[in-house]
């Protein structure tokens, strides 16, 4: 789906998702298997019960200065990606597995808008991508050198280090980054059903 930029598109969005209730282990594994086999009904479903928890997490990138429906939408395609992969034999919920996807897939979109439409965009701008570049770190210090209050060089300085990795890639222990996505957190859905109550 193509989000206008507009609150009111987001607002309807979230109108039509009242009631999403997630899914329990069994019903989610079932789906997925359906899903894998080739029942694309069985995917909507189980990716239907987990747009919340976009919602959820696209909102912790809402101060970047990209449109909060556009960050949904790259969530979206992360969940998607992430549900093609899935695999319900593993003990780990969609949601849980899918965080990743949802995280990388954001991010990106949200680095790549933030550069190309903020980035460079002003001579000060410039000087503190130059001196970062040049081995600079410190908020404080690049806001001498760019004439940058240091509150914006604080919201550039993630967006200049982030760095994403294959979720496949093999770590010095031989297993992959794929392998340790099972958490002690609170469930996804506990997680998103509290962001849901707090947004509303």
Sequence with gaps: MRFAESSQSLT??????????????????????????????????????????????????????????????QGNLGLLRAASKFDPSRDVRLATYAAYWIRAEIREYVVKSFRVVRLGTTKAERKALRAFRAGEGDATRLAELSGLRVERVQQLLPLLASKEASIDARTDDGGSAEDRLASTLPSPEEEAASNERVST
Excluded: H, M, N
């Design 12 to 73: 309807s969005y979230k109108a039509a998702l009242t009631g999403t209730q997630p899914l329990s282990r069994e019903v989610e594994r079932a789906l997925a298997r359906r899903f894998l086999a080739g029942d694309r009904r069985a995917g909507d479903e189980l990716v239907r019960a987990c747009l919340p928890f976009v919602i959820s997490i696209a909102l912790q990138y809402r101060r970047w200065g990209v449109p909060l429906e556009d960050i949904i939408q």
